[in-house]
């Protein structure tokens, strides 16, 4: 079995493993800092604001409905509150994705079809699908209603709803991607039973 890709592609997920481990590191030294020591220039958390003025923006002959920006907030004091409230932003996203990646299927690919092609491999797939549609939808509840909270606390206008980001809407969708791929192995196992029974 050709499985030079295969390898490729788990190559590239552990290098994602990686640099999304030590992504999340530096972030939670970025939340300690909001939080108890008072957050220095650079450091800062990116909240959503809506209907930004856009008068003067646009050439003449074009109008700008509407315009939503991304503002990058600093609390020059430690709030430990806004260092909580922040950590549910990222965080339960980011611990999914990594926890989907360190469920690595492609590694019993290198052994040939019968290794591919199993119970065990269907099983992992089910899990990371699972684990990312589950992790994912409790990730967007936790993250709007602390996006919401939050944005009350720091902005003077604040909205009671912020929709989930797009990145967790494509992880629900791979995770039905996994669900699908692990019935395919699933299928096949019985396929390739059928054939080592027949021959």
């Keep these: 079995m050709h499985t030079r890709w295969i390898t490729r592609l788990e190559t590239l997920l552990t290098y994602a493993l990686v640099i999304g481990c030590l992504a999340a ?4 030294a970025a939340n300690v800092a909001i939080a108890f020591i008072g957050a ?10 809506f209907d930004v003025p856009t008068s003067g923006m646009a050439m003449t002959g074009v109008a700008v ?7 990058m907030i600093r609390p020059q004091d430690a709030s430990p509150v806004a260092g909580l409230l922040y950590l ?13 990646l360190f469920t690595r299927a492609l ?5 040939g079809d019968r ?7 269907a099983g992992l797939l089910r899990r ?7 992790g994912s939808l409790a990730s967007a509840a936790l993250g709007m209603v602390a996006e919401a909270t939050l944005a009350a606390m720091l902005l003077t206008e604040s909205h009671a709803f912020y929709p989930p980001s797009s990145t967790l809407l494509w992880a629900v969708v791979a995770g039905f991607a996994a669900l699908g791929v692990s019935e395919i192995v699933r299928r096949g196992l019985a396929l390739l039973e059928e054939v080592e029974a027949t021959v």
């Design 25 to 28: 590191l530096v972030a939670l």
């Design 40 to 49: 220095p220039k650079g450091i800062s958390i990116p909240l959503r604001v």
């Design 65 to 71: 409905d509407d315009m939503t920006a991304e503002a």
């Design 88 to 100: 549910l932003i990222w965080a339960p996203g980011a611990a999914t994705g990594l926890f989907a």
């Design 107 to 111: 590694r019993r690919a290198r052994a």
């Design 115 to 121: 290794a591919l092609f199993s119970t065990t491999t």
């Design 128 to 134: 990371i699908g699972w684990i990312l549609i589950a």
